[in-house]
């Protein structure tokens, strides 16, 4: 069964950095899938913010995330990472890793085309 789990330090001052990561299993990332980025403020919808294609490595961002957030792959052990940079309160929110099997990028970002979650991951910035 496909299964993702994220894991990373959940607490960081404003201007801080941290990294998130996933690991899937049952499955490799060698052969066609999109890795993706979701967060949940409080209170609000989930937003999509970056994913990969594990074959070929294309990365895509949602207009808001570019420039401070990362993402990346290490095929051999599995694992997608988002990093993090210049974290603003706005950014308190928890954080999910997603995957759908495919050859296509996921330009949009949405929550519908991906079929397996993880559990998601709370991030928290602090004054």
């Known amino acids: 069964e496909v299964q993702l789990v994220e894991s990373g330090v959940g607490l960081v001052q404003a201007g801080g950095s941290l990294r998130r990561s996933c690991l899937g299993s049952?499955?490799?990332?060698?052969?066609?899938?999109?890795i993706g980025w979701f967060r949940q403020p409080p209170g609000k919808g989930r937003e999509g913010r970056s994913c990969i294609t594990t074959y070929v490595g294309s990365t895509n961002y949602a207009d808001s995330a570019k420039g401070r957030f990362t993402i990346s792959i290490d095929n051999n052990k599995n694992t997608v990472f988002l990093k993090l940079d210049s974290l603003k309160p706005e950014d308190t929110a928890v954080y999910y890793c997603?995957?759908?099997?495919?050859?296509?990028?996921?330009?949009?970002?949405?929550?519908?085309?991906?079929?397996?979650w993880g559990q998601g991951t709370q991030v928290t910035v602090s004054l």
């Open positions: 049952a499955f490799t990332f060698d052969v066609a899938w999109v």
């Open positions: 997603a995957a759908t099997f495919g050859t296509q990028q996921v330009v949009g970002l949405s929550e519908v085309a991906f079929d397996y």
